[in-house]
Structure formats: structure tokens, C-alpha cells
């Protein structure tokens, strides 16, 4: 089975009434970010195959249009070709260890473990409660996906993370900016000091961004994005270095070429110093 005939055979479970996510703050924008992957992919030409997420919007009682606005075509690619960027990072580690465990901090209602499962993979998906709950009621259960409920500051769901040996690799996809600074150098000391041998991907956005959100000033239809407290730009990533002497490597991931002129400006936006202090950043972290 392919991957794609995979994650169309794996159906959101059928409700009778459409299910309220009840969603408020930071967890709500997990809804802005379904909404462009559905709408990305039911495009003919779409950057990412993601049926699933089509089929999540369809079972969710939330005026998505009314509340975050119509789809929009620069929206909805960067967000495709964000998610398959932490797909392509995730792939490239279980193809070297195909047993490993891969952490999805707060992954809200991604579906990346039914895009990139290789049969043998295990998956923990680390979920505050509410978000936690909402995932097992839409999502199809399977034995190799498992859902945390906590905050992803805790750090007990490094418990969780058996077969250390067989390799780890940790995402926070959309989190990390959420997050206080000294939290955010935590959660990556403390992968490299208990993952050795594995792998983080994070994403960031450079301070102006951030300090808007504070403001109050950045609103995506009705939603008002949350106050967003860290911050990095693609050319600060060497700062990370020194969250934890276990950390062996920091590099740039680019997106994959996209749509049409826009798609091509940014697989190449890191590229051109211009665009890359203002853009969002994606890197990978390996540990030693």
C-alpha cells in the first residue's frame, strides 16, 4: 500500500453530530493551520496530499470561512509546504532508523503520522488536554500512535519515549514561539541530554512578527493571533548551540519548490538575506 492509498484508507471515524472543538487562545489556531492544509489539498495542484485534514474540517462544528476567512492561495501553500517540510525531516530520519520514536509537541490536529508512517515507527503525540481529547475523537486509532496529554514544558513525556537506542526524533511544528524563551531552551536541553543520537525540528519566526502578535496586531479574519513570546530568525540559528553541549549540528531545512512564482520565492526565501531576516525559519537540531 502507498502512502497516499494509506492515508485515504485511514478515515476520520464517522460521528452522527458534528463535534464542537470548543477551542480558546493558542490551542484555537490549531484550526487555522487544518484549515489551509484542507484547503491546500483539495486543490488539484496541491503541495501536499492531506485528505485527512478535508474530512477533519468536515466533522468539526466551527465556522471556519466565517471565523478565518476564505482560503488563501499564499496561506494555504505555505502552510502544505511547512508541513511537508517537517514530513520530508521526519522521513529522512526513520529511513536510518526505522524503529525509532517520533514526538509531535503539539502538533494539534496534524496527520503526519499517516503521511510519513513506515510500518514500524512509533508515534507520541504530546497534546495539552483539551487538544488531547479532540484528537482521540476524530483521529483513527492505531497501535503505534499514542496520545500525552500535558503541557510540553512538563518533560515527563520523556518518560514515554521507549527504545532510545532504536532512535528519536522530537517535532514542534507552530509551538515553539508560543512558548517562554527559558521553556524553550529547556525543552531542547533536555532532548539532547536524553535523546542521544536523535533529532529536533522547530520552526520560528523572526521578532517583528512576535512582538505584533503582543500587540495584538496580527489577526487572521476574526481570529486575533496569540501573544507569541520567542522568537529567531533563519540567521540566529547558531544561538541554539549553546542550550546544551549535546548538541552536534544546526542547519537550515528549506522548503520544497512550490507553486508557480510564489512557490518558487519561497523554497528560495533563505537563500536571499533580504527575506531571510523577515521570513519564517525552519531548522533541524542533532544531537550527539
Not at 493558542?26 to 487555522?32: A, F, R
Not at 494555504?76 to 517520533?102: E, M
Not at 540566529?236 to 549553546?242: H, N, P, Q
Request: proline share 7%.
Amino acid at each position: 500500500m502507498t502512502i497516499s492509498e494509506y492515508i485515504d484508507d485511514a478515515a476520520v471515524p464517522h460521528a452522527d453530530e458534528k463535534i464542537d472543538p470548543r477551542l480558546q487562545g493558542v490551542p484555537e489556531t490549531l484550526l487555522w493551520t487544518l484549515w489551509n492544509r484542507a484547503c491546500e489539498a483539495r486543490r488539484p495542484d496541491a503541495v501536499l496530499h492531506d485528505p485527512m485534514a478535508q474530512r477533519l474540517v468536515e466533522a468539526i462544528d466551527y465556522p471556519f470561512e466565517d471565523r478565518l476567512g476564505p482560503a488563501h492561495p499564499l496561506f494555504s501553500q505555505v502552510q502544505g509546504l511547512r508541513s511537508l517540510t517537517f514530513d520530508r525531516a521526519v522521513q529522512d530520519y526513520v529511513a536510518h532508523h526505522p524503529y525509532a520514536t517520533v514526538v509531535a509537541l503539539g502538533e494539534g490536529l496534524e496527520t503526519g503520522f499517516w503521511r510519513s508512517d513506515n510500518g514500524t515507527l512509533q508515534w507520541l503525540s504530546v497534546e495539552l488536554p483539551e487538544v488531547a481529547e479532540l484528537r482521540e475523537r476524530l483521529l483513527p486509532t492505531h497501535p503505534r500512535h499514542h496520545i500525552v496529554s500535558g503541557s510540553v514544558t512538563d518533560l515527563s513525556w520523556l518518560e514515554r519515549v521507549r527504545d532510545r537506542d532504536k532512535g528519536c526524533i522530537v517535532t514542534a511544528q507552530g509551538l515553539m514561539m508560543y512558548l517562554r524563551p527559558g521553556d524553550v531552551r529547556a525543552v531542547i536541553a533536555a532532548c539532547a541530554e536524553q535523546l542521544p543520537g536523535g533529532a529536533m525540528v522547530l520552526d520560528s519566526l523572526p521578532r517583528w512578527v512576535t512582538k505584533a502578535t503582543r500587540q495584538g496586531k496580527l489577526k487572521v479574519g476574526q481570529l486575533t493571533i496569540p501573544a507569541m513570546h520567542w522568537s529567531m530568525a533563519g540567521d540566529e540559528r547558531d544561538k541554539l548551540y549553546s542550550a546544551h553541549p549535546g548538541i552536534a549540528d544546526v542547519r537550515a531545512l528549506t522548503m520544497p519548490p512550490g507553486r508557480g512564482r510564489m512557490g518558487a520565492l519561497i523554497e528560495r526565501q533563505h537563500r536571499i538575506p533580504l527575506f531571510r531576516s523577515i521570513s519564517p525559519a525552519v531548522t533541524e537540531v542533532r544531537f550527539t
